[in-house]
């Protein structure tokens, strides 16, 4: 079977529980409350986030991998867990100082995180699920 | 004989802390659970029943009721809440899976009919984490 120039996708997923809370400090309580509702309480709640990080590329002629797995897994636990896991995501993490941590921006911070650590020549996507039910993919197709 | 469980889930923040105790010993006993500005999970709860059907329905319980029950007694006061500081029934409580599930037992019971029993609370705090409640 010839596997020349075949692109695979290969994927890590992870965990992690994060409080947040969902704010736009450009409005008043009363309107955060009538747009976000529940999720918007003051005292914060929270969520098992499962991540699904997706590599796509075409494997290496000596290793057979798109990527080391092990490598993945590695940059995703420095860039992203160590970051997020057990932690608030509004108030220990400098990336939603002031940018709301709906599901959607999560994912964009977390690819950024990982982008800048996987071989440009791969391409990336991550799916994030906030429950079981809700759940984005960026960059989107 | 028949047992009969619904499944509710709600999603709240947390964090296990001692209030008795030093900063130090919190991280030490509880490592990064015991993280001052909370974390949160997903959790799904499995409550289970027991009795016998009744003849003219073949319910055991009427399975809407239950539903009602559970959502007004605990999924209201639960769901995208802060356990440690929002709900009146764990006030004064370690926050912890096995006491969440002991504290919605309690709040179960009395709103259940005499002829129907209680038999389980099954939290799961992760997808690899539960505690299971039989009343005793």
């Known amino acids: 079977m010839s596997t020349r120039e075949k692109k695979v996708a290969v994927f890590r997923k992870e965990h992690f529980n994060a409080a947040h809370r969902i704010f736009n400090p450009a409005w008043d ?19 098992n986030y499962e991540l699904i990080v997706k590599v796509t590329g075409v494997p ?33 993490t400098v990336y939603f100082k002031d ?4 599901a959607e921006h999560i994912a964009m911070v977390i690819y950024d995180l990982l982008r800048a650590r996987i071989d440009p020549k791969l391409e990336l996507q991550v799916r994030l699920y906030e429950t079981e039910r809700n759940f984005v993919e960026y960059p989107a197709e | ?46 409550v289970t029943i027991k009795g016998d059907p009744d003849p003219d329905t073949g319910f055991l319980f009427d399975v809407k009721k239950l539903s009602d029950i559970i959502k007004d007694q605990v999924i209201e006061k639960l769901d995208h809440r802060n356990l440690n500081i929002e709900v009146d029934f764990l006030e004064g409580k370690m926050c912890s899976t096995e006491n969440l599930a002991i504290g919605i ?21 992760t997808p690899r984490i539960y505690v299971e409640y039989f009343g005793n």
């Open chain 1, 29 to 47: 309580d009363k309107k955060n409350a009538e747009v976000f509702g529940k999720c918007s309480n003051p005292h914060y709640h929270g969520h």
């Open chain 2, 105 to 125: 037992w309690q709040q179960l019971v009395p709103h259940l009919p005499a002829e129907i029993q209680l038999h389980c609370i099954k939290l799961y705090e």
């Open chain 1, 99 to 102: 940018l709301n941590p709906t």
């Open chain 2, 1 to 46: 004989m028949v047992y009969l469980t619904r499944l509710e889930h709600f999603n709240a923040a947390h964090k296990l802390y001692n209030p008795g105790w030093s900063k130090e010993k919190n991280e030490a006993v509880f490592g990064k659970c015991a993280n001052e500005n909370w974390h949160g999970h997903n959790y799904e709860l499995y």
């Open chain 1, 60 to 92: 290496d002629p000596q290793t057979g991998y798109v990527m080391d797995m092990k490598q993945l897994s590695r940059i995703t636990a420095e860039e992203v867990l160590e970051k997020f896991d057990h932690r608030n995501l509004n108030l220990d």
